[in-house]
């Protein structure tokens, strides 16, 4: 998923360049169950829901970001930490989030090394 959101931004950046626009893309990312369906049946989509989900939406809500941000919770940061470098971000208690407050890191920098995923 880093990777993943990593790519997304390279993308949005050579978009913006080559469109004369200014989008942003800010992720979030958790670790846990999801449950995904589809919705609909003449215009179907795609979509994704439960706690984990609910746990990235937090991070954002509860977090200071700035454009370009890539967020991950506590058990992300701790499995890439060998593999990324990050800084550690204090959640904001008057951001109203509806969670309680989650743990999280900013990825700040490019890959230490290849981690290879099976």
């Keep these: ?5 990593l790519e997304l931004q390279k993308q949005v950046k050579h978009f913006n360049h080559d469109h004369g626009t200014d989008l942003d893309v800010i992720s979030s990312i958790h670790s846990g169950d999801v449950v995904v369906g589809t919705v609909g049946s003449s215009n179907m989509a795609f979509d ?3 706690d984990t989900v609910t746990a990235a939406n937090s991070i954002l809500a509860q977090g200071k970001l700035s454009r370009g941000s890539i967020l991950v919770s506590q058990p992300v940061f701790e499995f890439l930490q060998d593999a990324y470098y990050f800084d550690k971000l204090n959640p904001d208690p008057s951001s109203g989030a509806l969670q309680p407050l989650i743990s999280m890191w900013r ?6 090394q290849q981690l290879e995923v099976a």
């Design 1 to 5: 998923m880093v990777k993943f959101a």
């Design 48 to 50: 994704v829901w439960g």
């Design 107 to 112: 990825l700040v920098g490019a890959a230490k």
